[in-house]
């Protein structure tokens, strides 16, 4: 609709066209309540692997999205609610990548499949893996990446017992080891997620080099060669 100004004569446009107008146009792009969810969690995952939780605000989100606030409202209840529905997400997605690919047989192999699924994540999913990283605000209710690696220590450790007992080292020590490998394999992963040299494959192939030729080696009584000072 339109209207002429007494004065000039011109075309006066319709306020609401004016405010039509203004609006981004993806809030003008009717999507169905699950596919503006999935554009919530996207526009969630990159602000948050790239700002941090605190850092970034519900207008912030719903201004990237093209929506209002009471829309990521609906969907999520609060930015902790969005948060912790990223986080769940991203850690059974990479949970779900290391457990499928533990298919070998003998332990190298099984420390070789584990680590090049945790860096197969990092290198396809950065921002979710910088989400993992940070410290969670909602760690008490959606767990964290520390939870995480648990889980992973937890299923390396079943298999390193059987090896070690065919060893004839103590399998006590099998979930102590297990989460040092695990450690060493993320820990190596997070650092290799800015700097992104050597190639993926190459850096696997020197974190399972490190790891197994020490294990390869062990003593089972190791002792300290040196002493603490007094």
């Known amino acids: 609709m339109v209207a002429v100004t007494q004065d000039s004569g011109e075309l006066a446009k319709d306020p609401i066209e004016v405010v039509a107008a203004r609006l981004p146009r993806t809030d003008r792009v009717r999507m169905s309540g699950r596919e503006r969810r999935e554009q919530l969690v996207e526009v969630g995952r990159k602000l948050f692997a790239e700002k941090g939780f605190e ?28 948060y912790a529905v990223i986080v769940d997400r991203e850690m059974n997605i990479l949970l779900a990548m290391v457990t499928d690919s533990l298919t070998a047989d003998n332990p190298r192999a099984l ?68 989460h040092m490998l695990v450690g060493m ?39 300290l060669v040196t002493e603490r000072p007094s």
Do not use: C
């Open 55 to 82: 850092a970034v605000t519900i207008e912030e989100i719903a201004a990237k999205a093209g929506v209002s606030k009471p829309v990521v409202y609906e969907h999520f209840g609060s930015k902790d609610g969005l």
């Open 111 to 178: 420390l070789e499949q584990a680590a090049r699924a945790l860096f197969d994540y990092i290198e396809g999913r950065s921002d979710g893996f910088r989400v993992l990283v940070r410290d969670s605000p909602v760690a008490q209710n959606t767990g964290n990446f520390a939870s995480l690696l648990r889980d992973v220590a937890n299923q390396v450790e079943q298999r390193l017992a059987k090896e070690f007992d065919g060893k004839d080292f103590p399998p006590k020590f099998a979930p102590m080891y297990a």
């Open 185 to 223: 394999v993320a820990l190596t992963g997070q650092w290799w997620l800015d700097v992104r040299k050597p190639k993926k494959d190459e850096v696997v192939a020197h974190v399972v080099n490190l790891a197994w030729n020490g294990i390869v080696g062990l003593e089972k009584k190791p002792r």
